[in-house]
């Protein structure tokens, strides 16, 4: 959000993720569930308003449905497909507690994720560049070749 910006939360739950630590919480205004990242909050106050109760059964299904940290119910489903290098450690990796994987007759690995967001999915796919083949869905493969097309152009070496 914007700079100095202020938002009346409900608190939820404390969540560590990546050696960062986040405030899952009801966002009054937006009617929603929102993780808050504390090295982001620059100051905290007590409200008199009355806080929002979120069952912890809403907290998972909203929390744990889609990879990663950018939560939401899992709108998109991602397969990817790594090189038979990439694949020996790939293999040991959980991404997310609902992935599905096989191994492919060329010794390839293919893995399939739920997710809503892109952003930190992408990050992991960037890690993996080039034993990763994004196969679908097709807006995840089209954002990654926009992504890798601006990093081409900012660290193009001049002749």
């Given amino acids: 959000g914007a700079k100095g910006e202020q938002r009346l939360i409900s608190p939820q739950r404390l969540v560590h993720y990546r050696d960062n630590w986040y405030c899952d919480a009801w966002r009054h205004n937006r009617q929603g569930l929102r993780s808050f990242s504390l090295d982001r909050m620059q100051s905290v106050a ?13 907290l998972n299904a909203h929390y744990a449905s889609s990879y990663g940290i950018f939560n939401g119910k899992a709108s998109e ?27 492919l007759s060329d010794g390839r690995y293919e893995l399939t994720i739920p997710y809503h967001e892109s952003p930190e999915l992408m990050g992991e796919i960037m890690r993996w560049m080039p034993e990763v083949e994004v196969v679908a869905p097709m807006r995840l ?7 890798l ?9 001049d002749d």
């Fill in 141 to 147: 493969k089209t954002k990654l070749v926009e992504l």
């Fill in 77 to 103: 489903t991602a397969v990817l497909r790594f090189s038979a290098h990439a694949a020996q450690w790939v293999a040991d990796e959980i991404w997310h507690e609902k992935q599905t994987a096989h191994w």
């Fill in 46 to 58: 007590l409200m008199n308003e009355a806080s929002v109760q979120v069952s912890e059964d809403q």
């Fill in 149 to 157: 097309t601006q990093a081409l152009q900012v660290n193009r070496v």
